[in-house]
């Protein structure tokens, strides 16, 4: 008996020491200030010097937090139970919230540094007029291929993936819009096509790849490649970067038919606290040098022109990552398809899981 | 002959069984070390992820609250499934018995998603703010129904004599619950315990949905680094945490070694089948 109750003292003294620690260090870092910032994120999507900087530059106090999907991230915001001020959703999740009332509308007149924007990538079709978010990182989808393996095939069109040299060789992505997308530009009809003669020509299109196809995976598709196990993969630009770090000898091609562009975006929540921190946090992030240093710490590509001057030839001149014009401009962003078209989408794609043998 | 024979093929199959446990680990442990960045080769020795975990501030409280959260629960969880497995065993009736048994049972195996989802729903409606104590409070409350299954074969085991005898002899009703069944249980609250704070270490889906706040544990934000690739800092943490755990159960060991040596139950005894993971 006495034993248990040492055993359980000692337990509640290490861990209210470890509070006290851990109040200590919240403290030492400003954590429990008023003035704070609550900064909704995806994991790793940051370089942490700039959180200081910013709580140095403004004197608020930022807390940090981080998800691993736009889902994951609308369930927390929808539900509440935590105040975010700044949320980095992807385009598609943007329309949503927006149709849901989840947002807040942005006071451009607080965010001078909005002119640093590409005006390419401004006023999209999941917010016209960005009356609710600012681009923060963009990207494409696009080819990663192992020149090694694939003896000086040339990847610049989606319709090489149907070579027959290819068979058993490639990974697809698992989602519906983007294999959807790749059969329909390689048709060279639009991403966001909505004729069912198109689409079934799609579906007809891909069964044809599918002997081709050595698997349609997850996340994990970026460990398989930098492993090898396949030499052709249908990607996102930012994963085909991370690929890229792990296996230099792979190559990155956006095909010259068009493909998807993405965008993950700054935007305020309705549920905000603190309004006005939220739009210096982003008019922040919009600063030349700061979204430089971030871009430099994250690898994705920035939307911000006057911080691509700034970066090293070897970032802002790689062209599998800022494409040309004449590529940029076939570059689509999905369209909210409203539910039924969607479901028909993910409908076709099953069609072609199911007949893949 | 023969049997030594036997004893050696046995000796094999558990160091293999072992090798295999403790491989992953171990490799994990191999690369924090590596000065190359990547787990594929090992280019030299360096201990920069380490510098870089505790000069990361936030990842520092981050493990700290996991930690803490991991002791406190358990250590609560612990006290109230003893009271519970007490409970248990005193209903008389067979079949509310194993109405009870069968209820506690049900909260082993549903889902963490589910039960993350419903305290998210429990804590907005009631009005908790997400932070620290809904992460403890759901913590506590999914370890209670495990450290109950580890603690009840114990109660079951020891003779009703022993009590008898005890009330017998003039013993109050305190002093059989702390001089005879709690020592007798004792290794049951003790693997209960330890049962409890790996559940509590470990668990992501309840504790995603109940951080908030600028509180969060180390599994939901491993997480949702690993979508960038998991860089060898994570290695060097997960290696620190793991000499932490072999830190603890060392003092169990030696606390129980001490303590324990004109006692009887050295050898802990049935307990620990029958829980799932």
Redesign the interface.
């Known amino acids: 008996?006495k034993?248990?109750i040492n055993?359980?003292l000692a337990?509640?003294i290490?861990?209210f020491g470890?509070?006290f620690?851990?109040y200590r260090?919240?403290s030492?870092?400003g954590?429990s200030g008023g003035n704070?910032l609550?900064i909704y994120n995806?994991?790793?999507?940051i370089d942490?010097d700039l959180l200081k900087q910013f709580q140095e530059e403004t004197g608020i106090t930022v807390?940090?937090?981080?998800?691993?999907s736009n889902e994951?991230m609308l369930?927390?915001v929808e539900?509440?139970?935590?105040?975010f001020d700044v949320v980095v959703p992807s385009d598609y999740a943007i329309a949503k919230m927006r149709e849901e009332n989840l947002l807040l509308p942005l006071d451009h007149s607080k965010i001078p540094n909005l002119t640093n924007i590409d005006s390419k990538f401004m006023d999209l079709s999941f917010d016209p007029g960005n009356m609710y978010s600012v681009p923060y990182f963009w990207g494409t989808v696009g080819i990663i291929y192992n020149p090694d393996m694939t003896e000086g095939m040339d990847f610049s069109s989606w319709n090489s993936l149907w070579d027959k040299r290819l068979n058993n060789e490639i990974f697809l992505v698992d989602g519906a819009r983007e294999v959807m997308g790749m059969a329909l530009n390689s048709l060279h009809y639009s991403v966001n096509d909505k004729n069912e003669e198109h689409l079934q020509e799609a579906l007809s299109k891909l069964n044809k790849l599918s002997p081709n196809v050595k698997a349609i995976v997850g996340?994990e598709i970026?460990m398989l490649l930098a492993n090898e196990e396949a030499s052709v993969g249908i990607v996102w630009s930012g994963d085909a970067s991370?690929i890229m770090?792990?296996n230099d000898k792979l190559d990155y091609v956006v095909p010259e038919e068009g493909s998807n562009i993405w965008f993950d975006n700054m935007v305020i929540p309705r549920t905000a606290a603190n309004v006005e921190g939220a739009h210096k946090f982003i008019n922040f992030m919009l600063r030349p040098d700061v979204a430089a240093q971030n871009t430099e710490y994250v690898g994705y590509s920035t939307p911000n022109t006057p911080a691509l001057a700034l970066l090293p030839e070897d970032i802002s001149g790689d062209e599998r990552f800022y494409p040309p014009a004449e590529i940029t401009d076939r570059l689509e962003v999905y369209d909210n398809l409203g539910k039924r078209m969607l479901a028909h989408y993910n409908e076709l794609f099953l069609k072609f899981k199911m007949n893949k043998k | 002959m023969r049997s030594k024979n036997k004893n050696g093929i046995a000796n094999i199959y558990l160091v293999l069984v072992f090798v295999v446990l403790y491989a992953p680990i171990f490799y994990l442990m191999y690369y924090s070390f590596n000065s190359g960045g990547?787990m594929?080769e090992f280019e030299g020795f360096t201990l920069d992820y380490y510098r870089e975990v505790v000069g990361?501030?936030?990842l520092?409280?981050i493990m700290?609250?996991t930690?803490?959260i991991a002791?406190?629960s358990s250590?609560i969880a612990t006290?109230i499934a003893v009271i519970g497995a007490l409970a248990i065993q005193h209903v008389r009736s067979r079949r509310a018995k194993n109405t009870l048994l069968s209820l506690n049972n049900v909260l082993i195996v549903s889902p963490d998603v589910i039960i993350g989802a419903s305290f998210?729903?429990l804590?907005?409606i009631v009005g908790i703010?997400?932070g620290f104590t809904?992460v403890l409070l759901s913590h506590v409350a999914f370890s209670i129904p495990i450290a109950v299954i580890m603690i009840l074969p114990h109660l079951q085991e020891m003779s009703p004599t022993l009590t008898d005898a005890a009330r017998d002899l003039g013993a109050t009703r305190r002093d059989v619950l702390?001089?005879v069944i709690?020592?007798i249980i004792?290794p049951g609250?003790?693997s209960g315990f330890f049962m409890a704070l790996t559940y509590s270490l470990d668990d992501f889906a309840v504790t995603?949905?109940v951080?908030?706040?600028?509180y969060?544990t180390l599994s939901?934000?491993i997480?949702?680094?690993?979508?960038?690739?998991v860089?060898l800092s994570i290695n060097a943490l997960s290696t620190l945490i793991f000499l932490f755990t072999i830190l603890l159960v060392i003092g169990y060991y030696y606390?129980n070694q001490r303590?324990n040596k004109p006692m009887m139950h050295t050898a802990e005894p049935v307990a620990e089948a029958g829980v799932p993971r």
């Open positions: 008996m034993q248990l055993t359980f337990i509640l290490v861990a470890l509070m620690l851990a260090l919240n030492a870092e954590y704070t609550t995806w994991g790793d999507y942490p807390i940090y937090q981080t998800f691993d994951a369930t927390k539900q509440g139970g935590t105040v996340d970026k991370e770090d792990e | 990547t594929h990361d501030t936030r520092m409280i700290i609250n930690l803490v002791l406190l250590a006290v998210l729903i804590f907005t703010k997400l809904s702390t001089k709690l020592p004792k609250i003790f995603f949905f951080t908030g706040n600028g969060s939901v934000e997480y949702s680094r690993a979508r960038q690739g860089s606390l303590k």
